[in-house]
């Protein structure tokens, strides 16, 4: 009797002294035993506590899957790692990480919760951060992008400089001889002229021969 006596009060220093949230949960809805550090978690006493449902303190968001979780209890199955929002004093909510046995002839659930809230913002962070580094390596590939394009374009304009200039130098080789050409044949339209009202001349002059020396 004596040793059972101080087991029950080892078991008791102990669930008083723990740094984890230590519960004793009905499936009525309500806490039946707390521990102090959910006083040092949420802000709120131990009877205030005990004194609603608990779901009252968890997130309105959380509360269906929450109840779903309740469900899977009274049936017998554990709580692993499960997680929701719990309200504080301050109208803060701290995230709570809960792993529960229940215990369907006593219809109560025993539970060990941690606040993760710390955890929770540094993956928040961690995500935030992540989202903007794939957000400058996007702007680093479309900038790079846009330089290869920008390179292609200048290469293209390059080439499109040079055949302007082979262009122009092959019409400034065709253009001397091609005037030099036109310059002839304007002497040699003159000339050939000169030469046509010569031989007109010459034929009238021969008919005029012809006629008073036959």
């Known amino acids: 009797m004596a040793e059972r006596k101080r087991a029950h009060e080892e078991l008791d220093r102990f669930f008083r002294l723990s740094l984890d949230m230590l519960c004793i949960a009905g499936f009525d809805g309500y806490f039946k035993r707390l521990n102090p550090a959910w006083q040092r978690t949420l802000g709120f006493t131990v009877e205030e506590l005990l ?7 968890v997130n ?8 779903a979780e309740v469900r899977r209890l009274s049936s017998g199955d554990d709580t692993i790692a499960f997680e929701n929002r719990y309200r504080c004093k301050d109208e803060s909510y701290k995230w709570i990480l809960w792993n529960s046995t229940p215990f369907l002839h006593e219809g109560l659930i025993v539970a060990v919760a941690h606040d993760i809230t710390d955890r929770k913002r540094a993956e928040d962070q961690l995500r935030t951060q992540n989202l903007r580094l794939q957000e400058v390596a996007r702007s680093e590939r479309q900038a790079h992008e846009a330089l290869k394009q920008a390179e292609v374009q200048l290469v293209q304009a390059e080439k499109l400089t040079a055949l302007g200039q082979m262009v122009a130098g092959v019409a400034h080789e065709i253009n001397n001889p091609l005037a030099y050409i036109s310059n002839n044949i304007a002497v040699l339209r003159r000339d050939f002229g000169d030469l046509r009202e010569l031989l007109r001349l010459y034929q009238g002059a021969e008919a005029m021969v012809a006629e008073r020396c036959p």
């Open 51 to 57: 004194a609603e449902p608990f779901l009252g303190f």
């Open 60 to 67: 309105p968001e959380d509360r269906e899957a929450t109840l």
